[in-house]
């Protein structure tokens, strides 16, 4: 999805009618969100704009409070399936492959879908972009059991982080709300006393049924890699896998280790909770044993 982009400053100086149709569409299908936000111009940050458009959705009536919520699409649903979502929600929904789900998982959405429509009577909201396949799911199950006040304030939340997102993609000012996360890693070898260069890492999601590469890379002089593993988005809830080639990296060294090494590939599963957080997941290794901890 190409945004085209504009500026706090624009938005300050525009009039109603340009300022509603630049930020209409940040709010699913409720352009009314940003006119009734105009009002308390001007804002010092874009963190200020969305908290505006956040009080103008809670205080509207609890009628057009759920009629707003109602216009949001159902989680892989007919619509998405029939090509009929916002360009926003398409995007962000495509982002986790909900778009090309096989059939089986097709059912299980919709059986989710049906449940939760039939409890609550407005459709499953979360956003996607904070979130694994497998983190959904558990998500759906979670919330299904809350009383419809609770869901109904979830959802809202919810709609807070879709929107903080979309906000941040299509504008650019001071003060942005913090939407994005950092993962990290750092390869100490203790057995030469020094940062490990030339160690492969590779970056895994793991899910119920499958894993996926998300990245790889080498570490550097410093033991780290040039980048970090993710950046610049939010860190998805989940399970991950980092793998560490340490059997290829201490075979040079002509350290007197069994054939094969006693360490080859060093795993370390660990989960994301904070999508806005820094995980900074090092790894203490010698040829013999390793260790982690969640660093700063």
């Known amino acids: 999805m190409t945004t085209i982009r504009t500026t706090l400053d624009a938005l300050n100086e525009a009039d109603r009618k340009d300022f509603a149709g630049a930020l209409g569409p940040i709010f699913e299908h409720a352009p009314w969100i940003a006119d009734a936000a105009y009002a308390a111009r001007p804002f010092a940050s874009v963190a200020a704009l969305h908290e505006a458009m956040m009080v103008a959705l809670r205080k509207a009536s609890p009628e057009q409070q759920m009629a707003f919520v109602r216009g949001h699409p159902e989680l892989a649903g007919k619509v ?69 006040d609770g869901e109904f304030a979830a959802a809202l939340a919810e709609i807070g982080h879709i929107t903080r997102l979309r906000l941040v993609d299509k504008v650019d000012g001071p003060g942005l709300p913090q939407t994005t996360g950092r993962l990290s890693t750092h390869v100490l070898d203790t057995y030469n006393g020094r940062p490990a260069p030339g160690v492969a890492v590779s970056l895994f999601e793991v899910g119920a049924s499958a894993r996926g590469l998300i990245t790889s890379g080498t570490t550097n002089k410093d033991g780290r890699t040039d980048a970090p593993l993710i950046g610049g988005e939010p860190l998805r809830i989940g399970v991950y896998e980092l793998q560490f080639a340490v059997g290829d990296y201490f075979a040079p060294q002509q350290v007197k280790t069994a054939d094969p090494p006693f360490l080859d590939i060093v795993p370390i599963r660990f989960s994301i909770a904070e999508p806005e957080g820094h995980y900074h997941v090092p790894l203490v290794v010698t040829p013999w044993a390793y260790s982690t901890y969640r660093g700063s």
Not at 84 to 98: D, F, N, P, V, W
Request: include cysteine; aromatic fraction near 8%; hydrophobic fraction near 30%.
């Open 80 to 148: 998405a399936r029939a090509g009929s979502m916002t360009t926003e929600s398409t995007s962000e929904q495509g982002s986790l492959g909900l778009d090309k789900l096989s059939d089986t998982e097709v059912a299980k959405f919709e059986k989710m879908n049906g449940e939760y429509g039939k409890k609550f009577g407005f459709p499953f909201i979360i956003c996607v972009r904070r979130h694994t396949r497998d983190s959904i799911l558990r998500q759906f199950e979670r919330r299904l059991a809350l009383t419809p």
